[in-house]
């Protein structure tokens, strides 16, 4: 017996259009195009009364969550994964609207949940990359980068390059958007995403995925390789183990995404969560698990 796919008719939907005007749907009524433009739009002046107002989390959205947010507290404000609606039809804003109503999928593989202020942070690196920032300007991000709930645990990682963090940070948006509903446990689509693979790593070329690979790549590797390996300097022993090279700097990034994703998608779980998301024990040998609590007891006491 086939199943109806349950509609939820009780808050209201937006998104933008790619000339960055709101569009929204009431329940189960129809799309609207309200004609404003996502910097200037006012929920009150659409609606009288206070209603859940949900969105989807694509990176052309990340200044209405920005503007709808600040707002404070009048305002209740979800975020889901883009994930919501197929990619052909995500810059339809009619068709996105209309599947975002009956996406039902938990929290932590991409569902709806409350903006936070962690959200906040996401969205204004996210804004960022969506407008275009000029590379020099990412070096300027140092109030925006050193807020995210992702920084802390990311500065593990020796002489890594602020900017370019930031930038791979509003990049990704959020880690729980490339959970494989299917298979939770398989961790290799913020890998593709980010085109960590054999073909980008040798590429040359200016094709998405292979700047997004050379991006990953510039965060940690800004340097000489050292000579001496610490705790702290994991990614380039892994580097050394695969003998250098393409192979090194690919096995290198890869594990920098595999902790940077796992480390931020614990910050954004409950507490009582979190050390099942990422455990240094099992992440990292013996002397980089050491040197890893020693640093985070270190950020905890300031």
Not at 67 to 77: M, V
Not at 162 to 180: M, N, S, T
Not at 217 to 240: A, R, T, V
Not at 259 to 286: G, H, I, M, N
């Amino acid at each position: 017996m086939a199943t109806k796919a349950v509609v939820d008719a009780s808050s209201v939907k937006m998104t933008t259009d790619l000339q960055g005007k709101v569009w929204l749907i009431d329940g189960e009524g129809m799309p609207v195009n309200t004609g404003i433009d996502d910097k200037i739009f006012s929920y009150e002046k659409v609606f009288d009364r206070r209603r859940l107002i949900r969105i989807p989390g694509l990176a052309r959205n990340a200044r209405l969550l920005i503007n709808l947010y600040q707002c404070g507290e009048t305002i209740s404000l979800e975020v889901c994964s883009p994930t919501c609606s197929a990619c052909e039809y995500r810059n339809d804003p009619a068709l996105l609207l209309y599947n975002a109503r009956s996406f039902e999928h938990p929290a932590s593989v991409g569902g709806w949940h409350r903006f936070t202020p962690k959200d906040y942070q996401h969205y204004l690196l996210a804004d960022k990359v969506y407008r275009n920032l000029p590379f020099e300007c990412w070096a300027t991000c140092v109030e925006e980068v050193s807020s995210h709930p992702a920084y802390p645990a990311a500065m593990f990682v020796r002489h890594l390059d602020e900017g370019k963090l930031a930038h791979l940070l509003g990049l990704i948006i959020d880690p729980r958007w490339f959970v494989d509903i299917e298979d939770p446990n398989k961790q290799n689509r913020l890998s593709q995403f980010l085109g960590l693979t054999p073909k980008y790593q040798r590429s040359s070329t200016e094709d998405v995925k292979s700047i997004r690979n050379r991006l990953v790549l510039s965060c940690w590797k800004n340097g000489d390789s050292p000579s001496n390996i610490e705790g702290d300097q994991f990614l380039w022993k892994i580097w050394y183990e695969k003998g250098g090279g393409e192979k090194g700097d690919l096995a290198a990034s890869k594990r920098f995404i595999s902790y940077l994703q796992q480390t931020w998608t614990a910050v954004l779980c409950r507490s009582s969560q979190s050390s099942r998301l990422f455990a240094p024990e099992y992440f990292f040998d013996k002397e980089t698990a050491k040197a890893y609590l020693n640093y985070t007891r270190k950020v905890r006491h300031g």
